[in-house]
Each structure stands twice: as C-alpha cells, then as structure tokens.
DNA sequence: TTGCTTCATCTTTTT
DNA sequence: GATGAAGCAA
C-alpha cells in the first residue's frame, strides 16, 4: 500500500480515508483539509485494490471542484482519470442521459437550456396560455417550477388546493411538454430525468448500482432534496456513500440546499460514527476564535470548534466609516500600506454581501490605481454576442428549438419584425408545430431565413468544430453586423469587444477538440452549457480580488477585508422574514472571517448610497457577536457611543484622527426626531426600536424593528410615532 | 419595424 | 446609479 498517501495527515483526517467501505459522513470544518481528503480517500481505496477507478463516482457542485479532484488525484496515482465519474451532478446526470437517450425519451441531441434560456421559455408559455405577468411574474414562476423539480415534484406532483398555484401548475405542466417537443431540458430537468431513469428502469439501476461500489460527495450541505434522492438511488442496500460536508458553511438553503440532509443521511444509511475534522489549517488563532464565538449564535448545528497549533496572531481590525466613499478610501490605504509591506495584491480580497457595493470600492481602486479582478459577473458563454452565435449552431442542430429560432431570426435584423414573428407563432399553435415547420412554408424575409440556416448546415457538414463555428460567424452576418456598428462611435468599443469574443469563441473551440474525444456540435454546445467558462480569462497579474462572501466560499486570502458590515446590509434586509434567514446570514458571515489567514479587517460606514439614495445603518448586530477582546477598534467603539451617548452621530472626533479619507463627516439624518437606536411608540404595532433611516423631507422614513410585529418601514408623514 | 424615451427595480448563484 | 423592460413616435 502505497504509505505516502497517508502520511502528514492528521489522526482524524487519516481515520477519515481509512474507513472501512461503509457510509461516512465527514464533517469538514473551513480550511480542514476537505479536499485533501477527499482526493485520498479515492486513491487510497483504488491502491489497496478495494476497488477499481471503474467503480468510483464522485460528484462535486461546481466543475472548478471537479478539475481541481481530478488533477490532484492523478499527481496521486499514475492512473487514467479521463473515463473515471467525477463530475458535477448536473455534468454526471447529463452522461447518464446521452448513453441512454432512447431510455430516457429525449432526443440524441438534446441541448440544454441555460436560467436565460429557461426563463424565456417560461415567457412564452405564459402568452401561449395567456398569463398575466402581472399577477404571475415570470421569475417568480421560474422559482416555482425550479423549485418544485428540485423537490423531485412534477407539475401533477404539486400539491395546489388555491386557483393561484393552480394556475401556476398548468404553466409548470404545459412548460415541460414544451420542453420535450422541443428537444431541450433546462438544469433542473438534467436531475429530475435521470432520477426517473433510474428509478423506472431497473435494469439500468441495477448495471449502475453494480458498478459504482464507492460513491463520494463533495459539499453535502449544499445538496438539494433531489439530488440527496438521486444519490440515495444509486448507492442502493450495498453501496458505500463517503459524504464530506459542513453545515456551518451552508449558505445557499435560498437556492432549494437541504442541511436537513445531513442529519437524514445518518439515519437512512445508518452511520455510526461521524469524524469531525476540526484542525484548521489556514487562520491564526484570534480569527479562528472570533468565527467560533460568532457560530455559537447559531441553532441546530451538528457542533464543531475550529482550532490552530498556530498562534493566536493579530487582532480583527474594526473601522467604522462616515460614509461609503470613506469607508473605501480607509480600505485603499491599508492595501497600499500592506503592499509597502511585501503582502501581494493577489492575496488580498474585498468581501461584500452583494453586488452593488463593489462600484465604490472600484471607484477608489481605479483613482489610487490599483489594479483589481471583480469576481462572479458576466462569463464567457453568458455573452450576448456568443449566444447568438451558439443560438445559429443549435438551430443547426436541432430545428424544433424555438428558443434558438427566436433569438436569431431577426438578429442580426433581416425586417422579420413583432407582427411576423406573432403569425408565424399562430400557424404553429394552430397546426401544432414548431416555428420552423411554420417557418418553412412561410415566404418573403422569412423564408430567406429558412434558406439561411440551411445552406449553412449543408455547407459545414463535413468540416470540424472550429471551421464550422468560423464559418457560421461569417455567413450568418454576425460578424458583419458588429463590424457595422464599429462605424457608429458611440458603439465602437462595445462591438470592438464583441468581435473579439466571436473570435475567441473560434479558439474556444479549437481548444475543445484538442481536449474531447467527443468533439461533435453536441457535445460543444453542452459544454457551453454546462461550464458557462471561468468567469473571465485568468491573468496572473498580481491583482486584489474583488467578490461577494457567496463567491469566496472555498477560497484563502492572507488579508480579508469584509465591508459593509450594517445592519440591513449584511445581515442583509430580505432575510429577516424569511425563516431561519438570519442563522444563514450569521452563517455567510462564518464563511466570511474564516476565509482570512492572517489579518482580518471588519469595515462599516454610518452613511451609504443605495439604489441612488443615501442610507443611514447602523453596525451590523455581528459586530456585537464578536468576542470584544479580540477585536481591535481602529476608530472610538460604536457600542461605546450608541450605548452611552446622547447623540447617534458624534462624528467629528475620529475623522480628525483619522483623516485621509474624505474630511467632511456624515451629514445629519433627517427625520431629526428620530435617531438610530431610539426606542419608539405605534399605534397598531405597539413598541419597537429605530434601526434604519432613509430619505428627507416628505418622504423620509424609517424602519423600526416591533417586539412584536416585526420589523418595518414606515413613512414618517402618514406613521404617527411616539418616543418612548 | 426601429430606435429612442421613460419607468420600475435593485441579495446571494451554480449548473 | 445602472439596468432592462415597456411604451411611443418616426
């Protein structure tokens, strides 16, 4: 047995790869060497021959998590990784459905519909139908039919006793028959069908549970009911489910995860013992502590406690800011005093809870130029340009994809306008067709169009993927449409862009037939589905990393400045009446500290721009969790004046000791009666305390946080407010 | 049919 | 403050 696998692991880590083939569950605290595991885990197993590569499937949320295991596994064993099941659930389900696509009903070359894609589908349904968009927003009808799948529910599944939810099932039911006469399956529905598959076919249930003898879970926390069934399924009586995960670190319930399945797993496969990897790797000890004392706060948690052989290091750094724009001028002159210092940009991150907050920080890092990378926004195969470009493939590809035919028959714009489109839409309901069988017979511009997407099909036949995609941007007029619009200065730099993109899109394929034995249209298209790719092309400048809390999960920083701790802000407004919200805040921001290695900077400003308006917050309440002795105030403590003061807004005392940012304080809120912290009187709503003001004059208002009702906001001139 | 204007909206997000 | 959708004039 191949001793240095295990060796420089920790007892649990070690006892954790060792296991005997049974189920475990691992629970993995931040920076514990989750990964590590993981990745030895399976090559301990294939080097003690207990199975072979063959027999494994492992299964992660994001494809970075996939390469990542499949390149550290292979610097393990000098095995072929290319034919092993390691992959994301969306990425494995997808493999199952193409090796059996007859079994499954779906056509060999179905193409996936991406939350874009799916969303304007949904759209038009509800036109088909007749749905009032004002009654049913279409997103919210996303979130339903999303959701009600990651249940594992379909249309007739959902439990509607209302006319409202009635409605919304027969959308969710018509939607889906739309999808299969079309050809195309949105994310959810790559998870829903391969667990029907496998749970109606039995002979294939039982060929894969035969085969994979070890399946293993990065992330557990994160799994959604349905995929918790799909794996339920294919570990069967026998099989053995290796699940690594930590609840303190669940952060997306918002998005359908079930923590709940942790617990479940113990019971449905009878696990025994649970390790515990608590040895934190990354942070000094006073980080580390501050993330305990904060998680404390939490309920219903499995229980852990990070700690360190380390030291306990610095102290978190607390600034509280006049305004935003200070805030980011303090965080600009603590980067270039660490940078004076020999700290790398690139191990330096700014965290924020959303994404609005980034433009100021920007703001600060261009004038001081700084250069920076913002994380999370626009990727590659999300670019308009590049899908419209794909939009020309998959009608290629696939005649009956509506969704592809719409998005291209008038782009670039060939007077195929609003009125044709509508009875071209007509002749196919009313024959019971696709647009383009409707198209087909129809004449003038849109049978030009029809003729077009032909004789590209025939003239690429034969050609491999790249000319194919060279050809298409050409004569499809793609290209010459952005050309054109080079010509207008207004528009120059933007279509400049654009046709970069196409051209690199050309690249990106020529790189994909190098990597894939599969190299057909099909498979590159999936590909563009599936890995909407990085989000942009990775430069190792040395650049300061600009992200929200969500996106840093899973990543280390020697320094972490964590923003706009206010309340409202972080933990954020909506999460207050959404159950168990704050816990999943408290727990965002558990992620948060404990992405900092050495120095941890804890930044809040009394004043911010929000939606074009100025915003007065208070510290966020996860200040107040925070141990005192382990933080380090770099302005007079706000529990200090808040608690003992007079006055909310004194100001003036530590922006002249601290000057360098902006040297005008906060102005005064309005609503002068009123000040942050003041407990106050309703008529309906009984007691409560200010925690928010907004705005001046008429419609100034502000949010008052009720004993009993809750918190609200409320408009100064029409709510009678009394002091209490 | 197109291009311009106004208007509402504004957590987090991977696949 | 920025973005996208919707409405309206040319």
Redo the contacts with the bound molecule.
């Keep these: 047995m191949n001793s240095h696998l295990l060796s420089g692991l920790n007892p649990e880590q070690r006892a954790a790869v060792e296991l005997p083939a049974q189920s475990a569950l691992i629970l993995a605290g931040a920076g514990s060497g989750k990964t590590r595991v993981l990745t030895t885990r399976i090559a301990y197993l294939i080097s003690t021959g207990q199975v072979s590569p063959h027999g494994i499937l492992a299964v992660t949320?994001?494809?970075?998590a996939a390469k990542e295991m499949v390149t550290r596994l292979s610097a393990m064993l000098p095995i072929n990784t290319r034919g092993m099941w390691i992959g994301?659930f969306?990425?494995l389900c997808n493999r199952m459905l193409r090796a059996h696509f007859r079994e499954a009903n779906l056509p060999q070359t179905f193409q996936i519909l991406?939350?874009g894609d799916q969303l304007s589908a949904i759209k038009r349904v509800m036109k088909a139908l007749n749905v009032d968009?004002e009654k049913y927003p279409p997103r919210e009808m996303q979130w339903f039919i999303s959701g009600s799948k990651e249940q594992g529910l379909r249309a007739h599944e959902v439990e509607a006793y209302d006319p409202y939810t009635k409605r919304k099932v027969e959308v969710f039911a018509e939607y889906d028959a739309q999808c299969q006469r079309e050809g195309v399956v949105d994310?959810s529905e790559l998870l829903l069908r391969c667990y029907e598959l496998l749970s109606r076919n039995t002979q294939l249930r039982e060929h894969y549970q035969e085969r994979f003898k070890h399946i293993l879970v990065d992330e557990f926390q994160d799994t959604n009911p349905l995929q918790y069934r799909w794996l339920k399924l294919l570990a069967g009586k026998e099989n053995a489910l290796f699940a690594v995960g930590d609840d303190d670190q669940s952060i997306y319930a918002?998005?359908g995860a079930n923590v709940g399945n942790m617990q479940e797993l113990l019971r449905d496969f009878h696990v025994e013992s649970v390790i515990k990897l608590e040895q934190n790797y990354r942070s000094h000890g006073n980080i580390l502590e501050a993330a305990n004392a904060l998680i404390e706060h939490n309920r219903n948690r499995l229980g852990k406690n990070l700690w360190t052989s380390e030291s306990g290091g610095e102290k978190l750094r607390v600034y509280e800011a006049p305004t935003d724009v200070d805030e980011a001028a303090f965080i600009v002159e603590e980067i270039q005093q660490l940078k004076r210092e020999g700290v790398n940009l690139t191990e330096m991150a700014l965290l924020y809870?959303?994404?609005?907050q980034s433009?100021v920080l920007e703001h600060a890092l261009v004038s001081a130029g700084l250069s920076y990378r913002v994380y999370?926004g626009l990727r590659f195969f999300e670019r308009q340009e590049i899908k419209h470009a794909l939009a020309y493939l998959r009608l290629m590809e696939n005649t009956d994809d509506d969704n592809a035919l719409l998005r291209i028959i008038?782009f670039p714009?060939r007077?195929?306008?609003?009125?044709?489109l509508e009875q071209l839409q007509e002749t196919a309901r009313m024959n019971g067709t696709t647009l383009w069988d409707a198209a087909a017979r129809a004449g003038g511009k849109v049978s030009a169009f029809v003729a077009l997407i032909e004789s590209l099909r025939s003239a690429t036949k034969d050609l491999p993927l790249p000319e194919i995609m060279d050809h298409v941007l050409e004569h499809s007029g793609l290209v010459a449409h952005y050309e054109s619009e080079k010509t207008s200065a207004s528009k120059k730099r933007e279509a400049e862009e654009r046709l970069e993109n196409l051209n690199e899109l050309v690249n990106a394929a020529t790189l994909f037939v190098h990597e894939n034995e599969d190299d057909s249209l099909t498979a590159f298209l999936t590909h563009a589905s599936?890995?909407?790719g990085e989000h942009q092309a990775g430069d190792s400048e040395d650049a300061l990393h600009l992200m929200?809390v969500?996106?840093a999960k899973g990543l280390e920083f020697h320094t972490v400045f964590i923003t706009g701790l206010e309340e409202g802000l972080f933990p954020?407004q909506?999460?207050q009446n959404?159950d168990g919200?704050l816990d999943e805040?408290r727990r965002l921001m558990y992620v948060a500290i404990t992405r900092a290695r050495r120095r941890l900077y804890l930044t809040f400003a009394q004043s911010r721009?929000l939606?074009?308006k100025v915003n007065y917050g208070m510290a966020s309440s996860f200040l107040r969790e925070l141990p005192e002795e382990l933080l380090l105030w770099l302005t007079p403590r706000v529990s200090a004046r808040r608690t003992f003061g007079n006055s909310s807004y004194e100001t003036s005392s530590y922006v002249a000791a601290f000057g360098g940012a902006s040297a005008e304080p906060a102005p005064p809120p309005p609503g002068a009666l009123w000040k942050m912290g003041q407990r106050v009187f309703h008529q309906k709503f009984g007691e409560g305390t200010v925690t928010g003001i907004e705005g001046g004059g008429a419609d100034a208002r502000v949010q008052v946080n009720f004993k009993h009702a809750g918190s609200k906001w409320l408009a100064l001139e029409y709510a009678k407010l009394t002091a209490v």
């Design positions: 949320f994001t494809n970075k994301t969306h990425g991406d939350s968009d994310f918002f998005r809870r959303s994404n609005a433009r999370g008038n714009t007077g195929i306008g609003a009125r044709s599936l890995e909407a929200t969500h996106a954020h909506n999460s959404v919200g805040e721009m939606h074009g």
